[in-house]
């Protein structure tokens, strides 16, 4: 964790709980380089816009999307952008736990108007922020569709220029179309050999019958060996042969050096 | 399951053929060791009997032209073989055939080994076959056979003359045919395998691959984020990098 000023709430850490995100060394340098992939693209994909409000979804549960969530948004930190990640998944959460926060305040008791945004602000690295989902309330859906929610994010876009919403899936509940409607559009994670094209195509009529936004997909669990042409733009085991090599001068891999901008 | 392609036929036999290689050889595999070491190998020996309705000899039948033999003679001729072919399936010949092997065999026993027909329509030979575990009992039996029928068939018809043309010298396997078994059992192996992993890979519908994403879906795919542990085992595997820990 990063030791910069928190200026909100205390970030209370559980340590035990926490997963591993492209800000720690532990994480491959191929595994690094796909969130900064990710990140090129969006930000190819919103070039004039101010802020981005990316909702990230998936068709069903397990494709790891909250992963894909916080790695991306850690990604567009490093480039020394505000960036926040707003878990809206307020029926099962799993950013707090993913980054070893506590979740006893969040989204839920924002829009129901019982706490200030700047007193359930989680200051995680530097520039990125994250605000828990708060406690499960009996209608997350309505409180995602109501004008408060889209007057707290017109709030957080005059602060964030990078704010990315993990939500539910959208097979199981609609509150990701819920959410998008206040967005720039969705971003679908699947992962491969694990998510079914029936659940895909579900999804994207789910989608399309809402007249939402699909930006594009992000495909986790891919074959590092795999031949295919979009792995060989990244030619794995070259890449990472010379970031071990640059790790000794300090030079660009993530998380040996913190400060250090990629 | 809409509208099935040969080129999808192709893309999972591609990507499964170790599995279908696999079924092949051990469908092959199994059927050959059955057939060696398992079936029982069953000869079949092969004499034969020339009839004629005793208007011409057989000495002349065989040696003369056949323009001094008479049309009608013939004709006579063919129609008796038939008849002698048929007599010689009957429950009689095999009775006495059973004497004169001593008893060696029961009636049913001669009744399913031994087979008579004709060579052909216009053949006066009536052929014997006998199929036995052992070459050398087949051969007996048959020349047994043919030996018995030449002198049944002259006093159940008379004035009719039955000789052995051709006797049982050598009797060949008929069964199990290993080689054609094995193939055949292979080829088996080879489509059932292919059914039922084209049942799985259709019921299973899962996204294969980015590529396999891309094509299938008109949404732009912003990036893929390699598995961590597949990483960790990749690198391992490479030479120099073993050391290295991610």
């Known amino acids: ?136 309330p009996p209608n997350p859906a309505e409180l995602l569709g109501s004008e408060r929610f889209k007057e707290l994010l017109d709030e957080l876009a005059k602060e964030y220029k990078y704010i990315l919403i993990d939500t539910p899936p959208v097979n199981i509940v609609l509150d990701a179309l819920v959410v998008s409607k206040n967005t720039s559009g969705i971003v679908l994670v699947v992962r491969d050999k694990f998510t079914q094209n029936e659940a895909i195509r579900y999804a994207l009529s789910t989608i399309e019958f809402a007249d939402a936004n699909v930006l594009g997909a992000i495909m986790n669990g891919a074959n590092p060996e795999s031949k295919t042409k979009y792995n060989k733009r990244y030619g794995y085991g070259r890449y990472s042969r010379y970031s071990y090599r640059y790790s000794r001068y300090g030079y660009g891999f993530i998380g040996n050096n913190k400060d250090t901008k990629q | 399951m809409g509208n099935i392609k040969l080129l999808d036929f192709l893309t999972i036999a591609i990507r499964r053929l170790w599995i279908l290689i696999v079924a092949l050889i051990v ?100 052929d014997v076959r006998v199929n036995h575990t052992n070459p050398h009992e087949a051969m007996r039996i048959a020349n047994t056979f043919v030996k018995l029928a030449s002198e049944y068939i002259p006093e159940f018809i008379p004035n009719s003359i039955a000789v052995v043309a051709e006797e049982a010298v050598s009797a060949s396997l008929v069964s199990p045919r290993t080689a054609a078994i094995t193939m055949l059992s292979g080829f088996l192996g080879f489509v059932v395998a292919f059914v039922i992993v084209y049942i799985i890979d259709i019921r299973n519908d899962f996204v294969t691959s980015d590529e396999d994403f891309v094509s299938k879906y008109n949404i732009p795919l912003l990036g893929t984020v390699p598995d961590f542990e597949d990483i960790v085992k990749a690198k391992k595997k490479k030479r120099g990098f073993s050391h290295v820990k991610y």
């Open chain 2, 27 to 126: 469908c092959a595999s199994g059927a050959f060791c059955v057939c060696e070491y398992v079936l029982t190998p069953v000869y079949s020996s092969k004499s034969a009997i020339i009839v004629n309705n005793g208007a011409v000899t057989t000495e002349e039948m065989l040696n003369s032209d056949k323009n001094a033999i008479a049309n009608t003679d013939i004709a006579a001729s063919l129609n008796l073989a038939e008849t002698i072919t048929d007599i010689l399936k009957t429950p009689n010949i095999f009775r006495k055939l059973v004497v004169e092997l001593d008893n060696e065999y029961t009636y049913n026993q001669l009744k399913g080994a031994v087979s008579v027909s004709r060579r052909s329509a216009q053949s006066l030979f009536v």
């Open chain 1, 1 to 136: 964790m990063s030791n910069t000023k928190k200026p909100q709430a205390e970030a209370n850490v559980i340590e035990k709980e926490a997963t591993l995100n492209i800000h720690e060394k532990k994480v491959p340098f191929a595994v690094a380089e796909a969130y900064k992939n990710i990140r090129a693209n969006i930000m190819f994909l919103f070039a004039s816009s101010e802020t981005k409000i990316l909702t990230i979804t998936s068709p069903v549960a397990g494709e790891g999307k909250s992963t894909t969530a916080i790695n991306a948004a850690v990604a567009f930190s490093q480039l020394g952008e505000k960036t926040l990640i707003l878990d809206a998944d307020m029926r099962k959460p799993t950013v707090h736990k993913k980054l070893g926060i506590k979740n006893e305040v969040g989204l839920s008791n924002i829009l129901a108007g019982f706490i200030e945004v700047k007193d359930c602000t989680n200051h995680v690295y530097e520039n990125l922020d994250v605000i828990t989902a708060g406690r499960t």
